[in-house]
């Protein structure tokens, strides 16, 4: 299980900008280690936002997404104090959710 | 330079065949809602995989999409450290559904795909690893019509080895 995704959500005229910062490797497979062997790839696959249980965005990663992925996207709407929940499933079937509120 | 194909390309071409395929099984699958995700997922996954730009074109059911300026892609001129190029699509496109974010010389070219459901703004801001001097392509889908920006962005210090 990785470490806790970083959150902050911040509703300002009418939008709400969702800011995350996820703690992964993020490791693209195409790296050799001292020995020579490659290093296998170690990536977040998949990632879901929610906004009071409503899906506010889906993405798929490729092995070019940066270390500890930073990721910011604006949902119209939202309230302070309304949930934000943010999953991610890697290529090892590890998976983390983390939540958050709007201020 | 060979004119020929080595035999890793040759390798990676009946890869990429093989997973093409595979989606479309997916695809196939998903239809008949034996899969978890749509087709769309499986679509999108195989794109990941794409080695470059026509590919990942393909496998995102795209043929050459239309230049938008309605699409602003920010990304610095010069990224001195290519394992962390911040990089921002914004649109005022009406009714976007999805963001992709390729990179035409990284090995893998798409970096990215997002998913904007309703009641979300065509806005997108991360970060990622770009090889070598490419050219990073924004592109977004809007009222089912795929629509693209590019620009250049000069690589001082590769990011896929570091």
């Known amino acids: 299980m990785g470490e806790a995704t970083r959150i902050r959500a911040t509703a300002k005229d009418g939008l709400t900008e969702v800011k995350m910062l996820m703690q992964h490797e993020m490791e693209t497979g195409q790296r050799k280690d001292a020995a020579g062997n490659k290093i296998p790839a170690w990536i ?22 940066s270390k500890n992925p930073y990721l910011v996207f604006r949902l119209i709407g939202g309230a302070k104090g309304e949930k934000i929940s943010v999953l991610w499933t890697d290529n090892r079937d590890d998976k983390r959710m983390d939540e958050a509120v709007i201020d | 330079m060979s004119a020929g194909y080595g035999e890793s390309d040759l390798i990676n071409m009946e890869r990429r065949k093989a997973l093409r395929t595979g989606s479309r099984l997916l695809g196939v699958l998903a239809i008949l809602g ?34 938008s300026e ?8 010069v990224a001195e450290n290519g394992a962390v190029v911040p990089v921002t699509v914004e649109t005022t496109l009406a009714h976007v559904e999805q963001i992709s974010i390729l990179v035409d010389k990284n090995i893998n070219v798409l970096a990215a795909n997002f998913i904007i459901p309703k009641g979300v703004a065509g806005f997108i801001t991360t970060r990622i690893k770009i090889g070598q001097t490419a050219t990073v392509v924004a592109l977004v889908k809007a009222d089912g019509k795929f629509y693209r920006a590019s620009r250049e962005v000069q690589v ?3 990011g896929c080895s570091a």
């Not at chain 1, 990632?47 to 990663?61: C, D, M, N, S």
């Not at chain 2, 034996?34 to 059911?61: I, M």
């Open chain 1, 44 to 65: 977040i696959t998949d990632v879901k936002v929610l906004h009071e249980g409503r899906t506010v965005l889906e993405a798929q990663f490729g092995t070019a997404v």
């Open chain 2, 34 to 67: 034996l899969v978890p995700g749509s087709a769309w997922a499986g679509a999108g996954r195989a794109a990941l995989d794409a080695g470059n730009l026509s590919d990942a074109f393909d496998a995102l059911g795209v043929t050459l999409p239309e230049n």
């Open chain 2, 70 to 77: 309605l699409i602003r892609l920010t990304v610095p001129e």
């Open chain 2, 156 to 158: 001082t210090q590769g």
